[in-house]
């Protein structure tokens, strides 16, 4: 079972609002991400981090910021929410240098944006 | 640019066989994966493949054809726990995950 943990898990917001979504993992693993996936559609890499002080973009990194201070946490932060923001977000870890690349992925948190 | 198909749903009875395809146009390979992901859930790493041929666990096995840039995942003896939907995942030269929409398998009775 994976430990790797995702708050809020459904959050209604109105347009412009600041949000963070938290993710933190208790499997020291060194890599983290954030996907976006909406129903029956791909999964697309918003950011991801190789460690403490990494942070990358990925495909959807435009409106959106990540941190790594600490190896287990590694929260998503939108400045405006708008309703484009609607989506489910998903949060997940590997081992860094783990061959296979298996993914750990939290429960996700449902974002609506009114 | 990088593609990844799959079937968007596919129905099986339960105790059948049933193979999910995929196929891919990636620039660079370093493995392919096959998760699964209940409805309103994450999803959870079902299998790897890097090499050509047939990787068995369990009732369910994943096959990899490098050069025609082909897989499928094939579930045997189906239960009603399998209605999910199977996402197929190609690591590319960058070591990126590109992720096709996924394929929804409803198991019937």
């Given at each position: 079972e994976a430990d790797i943990y995702q708050t809020p898990r459904y959050l209604v917001i109105g347009t412009g609002k600041k949000i963070t979504l938290e993710c933190s993992q208790t499997?020291?693993?060194d890599k983290m991400y954030w996907y976006q996936q909406d129903p029956g559609m791909e999964l697309h890499l918003i950011h991801y981090s190789y460690g403490v002080n990494s942070t990358e973009k990925g495909d959807l990194s435009s409106e959106s910021t990540v941190s790594r201070i600490r190896t287990e946490h590694f929260p998503l932060t939108l400045e405006s929410a708008r309703p484009s923001h609607t989506s489910q977000y998903l949060c997940a870890s590997s081992e860094r240098g783990?061959?296979?690349g298996e993914l750990f992925f939290g429960e996700g948190s449902r974002l609506t944006v009114l | 640019g990088q593609n990844i198909d799959q079937p968007t749903e596919m129905t099986a009875t339960e105790g059948a066989i049933v193979q999910i395809n995929c196929t891919y146009q990636t620039s660079g390979f370093n493995g392919l994966f096959w998760y699964q992901q209940h409805a309103g859930e994450a999803p959870t790493f079902l299998s790897y493949n890097v090499l050509d041929g047939l990787e068995e666990k369990g009732r369910f096995s994943s096959f990899l054809s490098r050069s025609k840039g082909y897989s499928y995942l094939l579930l045997k003896?189906?239960?009603?726990?399998?209605s999910a939907s199977y996402l197929c995942a190609v690591m590319d030269s960058n070591y990126q995950l590109i992720w096709g929409a996924g394929t929804k398998l409803i198991i019937k009775p």
């Open positions: 499997m020291g693993h783990h061959d296979t | 003896e189906l239960q009603m726990k399998d």
